[in-house]
């Protein structure tokens, strides 16, 4: 007898880049989540034009949301998104700078109704409702969207300054 195949969650995902072409990059990430094993590509927002936060001193940044479904384990998929970014020369060490330039950033930003906090891994995203750039393209796809603890993603955008959050023409992708 096999083991039962694992459940298929809802995932949504939270992409940026602001080194390299950052619109290539968002792209060619979507392309390998396409490709990873047990999962499935539904929607993906606009991309969008972004300030920094933070750390202002630098580009920029796309950002976009992608809801996926998958029958991998939130560890998983975050193997899979780590060799993503690293294909695309994201380097994570103790030298970069939070916040700071890069050529790509994949984030789990929940991951159907689980709930994990892990030194490496944290959902539901633990900033995402403070985030403009999170919450208006994950409100282009999933306007009903509730995020655990924290609210529906429309009620929760009210707050937030969105001056700095610019929808990309449809073409530039």
Known sequence: ???????????????GSNLE????????????????????LV?????????????ADQPNFVNAVAE???????????????NIE???????????????PRTL???ILLFGDVQIDEPDLIIPHPRMHQRAFVLWPLA????ELEIPGRGHVLELLVPLDVSGVRKFDETAR
């Open 68 to 82: 996926l479904q998958t029958t991998l384990s939130p560890q998983q998929l975050l193997t899979h998104l780590l």
């Open 86 to 100: 690293a294909a695309q020369y994201r380097v994570r060490d103790a030298r970069t700078l939070r916040n700071g």
């Open 21 to 40: 072409q950052p619109l290539v990059q968002l792209a060619r990430a979507l392309r390998a989540v396409h490709e990873i094993p047990g999962t499935a």
């Open 105 to 107: 950033d994949l984030d």
């Open 140 to 143: 282009e796809i999933a306007p």
């Open 1 to 15: 007898m096999s083991a039962p195949a694992n459940p298929l969650e809802t995932v949504f995902l939270g992409l």
């Open 43 to 55: 929607r993906v927002s606009s991309f969008y034009d972004t300030a920094p936060v933070g750390l």
